[in-house]
């Protein structure tokens, strides 16, 4: 989905009728190769609704192949609504 980013993000926001912005960088790169220790109970646990969120996205578009995204109701089930 991402293997080309300048695509998916122009290809995204065209989709669900948002403003294309050019990103000249990537915005989620690290300048260190380790940012925190994940075995560390205290970053699980604020790790964790991150992860739970992800894979609720990924379980949506699994089961709803080419259809466009509903943000509003992905996020209300992102928050136990």
């Known amino acids: 989905m991402t293997e080309s980013y300048k695509d998916f ?3 995204f926001c065209q989709d669900n009728s948002f403003s294309y912005v050019d990103q000249p960088k990537p915005l989620n790169k ?3 190769k380790v940012l925190y220790d994940v075995h560390d109970p205290e970053i699980k646990e604020i790790v964790f609704p ?3 969120a992800d894979l609720a996205l990924y379980e ?5 192949p080419f259809k466009p995204i509903d943000f509003r109701s992905l996020r209300d089930t992102c928050q136990g609504r």
């Open 50 to 52: 991150l992860v739970e």
């Open 60 to 64: 949506y578009i699994a089961q709803s």
């Open 9 to 11: 993000t122009y290809s």
């Open 30 to 32: 690290a300048k260190l």
